[in-house]
């Protein structure tokens, strides 16, 4: 049927990239960090130095991947294979995303159909849907209002990317 990417923000929970599509390729994670990097670089937001982390799978550690993440800056950190809680916080927004949107929504007919329920389901997610590790606010609303009590002027990126 389909898969789905994610890079979420650890500071915020924020997810900053995303993708669908029908087989599980590199391209897939990568498409996802590329809309990560963009939505970071558009705001302004420095990456340079991001700690990523992911499991283990071969997307994550194809060439290809690992070259992006090189000349993004960023810092590959790699879980242990079999360990989903090395990255827990990965494991928890597939496992929302799962029930609050594949199982809710579904099932789907094409990818199509899933990339716009993803779609207005990460709308959903950083805008309105409230997380207790965040003092109860959604995750766009908790970055904002961090770095404009930090520095009014720029909205940096936290440092930390988790993706799934």
């Known amino acids: 049927m389909g898969f789905t990417a ?9 997810i900053v990239g995303w993708r669908t599509h029908h087989r599980m390729p590199t391209e897939l994670p990568l498409d996802a960090l590329e809309m990560a990097l963009w939505v970071r670089d ?3 937001s ?3 130095g991001v700690i990523h982390h992911s499991d283990a799978g071969s997307q994550y550690v194809a060439l290809r991947y690992t070259e992006r993440l090189t000349g993004a800056g960023a810092l590959a950190s790699i879980g242990t294979v079999g360990d989903s809680y090395d990255n827990a916080l990965a494991e928890s927004v597939i496992g929302l995303y799962k029930t609050e949107c594949v199982r809710l929504d579904g099932p789907f007919k094409t990818v199509d159909e899933l990339e716009l329920a993803t779609l207005s389901w990460v709308h959903w997610y ?3 849907r409230l997380h207790s590790a965040l003092d109860h606010v959604p995750p766009l609303e908790y970055e ?9 002027q720029q909205q940096p990126l936290s440092g930390q990317l988790a993706v799934h």
């Not at 994610?6 to 924020?14: A, K």
Request: glycine letters at 4%.
């Open 126 to 128: 950083n805008h309105q």
């Open 46 to 48: 420095e990456v340079t």
């Open 144 to 152: 904002q209002a961090h770095y404009r009590r930090i520095n009014p």
């Open 6 to 14: 994610f890079v979420t923000d650890v500071f915020s929970r924020r």
């Open 42 to 44: 558009r705001a302004g």
